[in-house]
């Protein structure tokens, strides 16, 4: 990442002095302790990072001051400030993927909690003792309504119907994706597995429409695809789930910055550096 960051300053477009870069920005999985940019816990896909003082080395190695933050965080930070939530005062995004990552802003700046786990969201127990996820807790809502997860439910579900478009597929050409084309036909497996990811998620999306009261919920990844087949059936759930009609009125869209959302979120990140001194 250095080397790519070095390569990119000695690329810089015609009319951009180096002086002129006001810092770097880094969206990355996992936790970070948000005062000095270490990573502290949960980058699970990449276990050779967990520790790594990533702050530090980057700002000693390039000379720029540097913010990072978990890859989700910057993602709503972007549709909160550009995108889907422009002008919400408070805005909550997950990210659907291989699982299912989640963020809180709060008048326009990321809200981390006590000690940065904050927005952790797609840990929320939706179904008590359910399946076991790697974070060590048991129903966690990214083991039931990610990407992952769908894919999965579908695979074991297209085992015992025969009637779906699903059933002719192979194990390797059923995912989330596949899913969704099914559906769009009017399978009514792949609805039924939608359907039941919508579920969970707005299990865990009412608590979180509860405890914060959101103005706008921003849906992200590659789940977000499945664009109203999946979010209308968030929204019935939830206006069962919450039980004021204010809250109730809080909407369930879709991303608008797409595979930029990131990249702008961490730009986000070193103009907040900046403006911070």
């Not at 999985?29 to 990533?54: C, H, Q, R, S, Y």
């Not at 865990?204 to 992200?220: D, E, F, M, Q, Y």
């Not at 608008?256 to 959302?261: E, N, P, R, S």
Request: charged share 15%; hydrophobic share 45%; proline share 4%.
């Amino acid at each position: 990442m250095i080397a790519l960051c070095r390569q990119i300053l000695s690329e810089l477009p015609e009319g951009i002095q180096s002086g002129q870069i006001i810092g770097i920005g880094i969206g990355s999985p996992g936790v970070f302790d948000f005062k000095t940019g270490a990573l502290v816990a949960g980058a699970v896909n990449i276990p050779g990072l967990n520790g790594t003082p990533m702050r530090s080395i980057f700002e000693a190695e390039l000379g720029l001051p540097t913010r990072v933050d978990n890859d989700a965080n910057v993602f709503v930070l972007a549709e909160a400030r550009s995108g889907a939530g422009r002008d919400a005062s408070v805005a909550v995004g997950y990210t659907i993927g291989t699982g299912i990552g989640g963020g809180v802003v709060i008048g326009g700046k990321v809200f981390h909690g006590a000690w940065g786990f904050a927005g952790e969201l797609g840990h929320v127990t939706v179904e008590p003792e359910g399946i076991y996820c790697p974070c060590g807790n048991h129903g966690c809502m990214e083991s039931y309504a990610s990407a992952n997860a769908i894919a999965t439910y579908a695979r074991q579900a297209s085992e015992i119907h025969d009637n779906s478009i699903l059933s002719g597929m192979s194990p390797d050409e059923i995912t989330c994706k596949s899913v969704g084309e099914a559906a769009a036909q009017g399978d009514a497996l792949a609805r039924h597995v939608i359907e039941r990811a919508a579920f969970y998620l707005s299990v865990g999306i009412g608590s979180t429409v509860i405890a914060l009261n959101p103005a706008v919920i921003i849906i992200g990844g590659g789940g977000a695809l499945l664009g109203e087949m999946l979010f209308e059936p968030i929204r019935k759930h939830l206006r069962r789930r919450v039980y004021h009609q204010r809250v109730q009125s809080v909407d369930v869209v879709g991303a608008q910055l797409g595979v930029d959302a990131g990249i702008i979120g961490a730009a986000g990140l070193a103009f907040a550096e900046r403006n911070s001194n």
